[in-house]
């Protein structure tokens, strides 16, 4: 018998218990037994919080190259929870949750948002820094210092395991193109 053929038996037994149907089900039986565990969960514990404590059981685990478990426990949460997240009043309106960002920029200075988002970036804070620097973006689209701090943010995500998702890595190289774009002019 060929030892390859086995090892691939084995990963298709997996992934075959592992199938959308079961893996949602005992996601969404983690979400439910998370919030009894955490009651702050049931009152309102943000959907951010639940995506980074529930990991996928061991005998149901089969690579997430493809799709990620952070990623299925919040459309499970948002199944349960509805688009309404209940954080702010402004979700209840047709404005983009960023609509303000141009406006914080523009009264504390593109400067002094990318020297944060720099600062966050060092610190070892990519996701911190990728926010500061897209609402500088979002502010001055041009802006080459905001594109090449963008650049630098997600070749930062991919150095920290973006490269691993499928999706996640497409994703990380287009913006890094995008970007790098920008930043040349």
Known sequence: MNPACQADDARIARFRTGTALIWFGQLGGMIGEFARRYPGAARGQDVYAIMREVQLPPA?????????VSWAVRTIFESYTGWFQRRATSELYADAPDAASADLVELAGAKVVLDRARGRLAAGDPLRALRLAEAVAAAEPASR???SLLVDVHEALLAAG??????????LHHQIARWRAVADG
């Open 162 to 171: 973006g490269d691993v998702n499928f999706w996640e890595s497409g994703w």
């Open 60 to 68: 149901l685990r089969v690579g997430q190259g493809y799709g990620k």
């Open 145 to 147: 210092d905001a594109a």
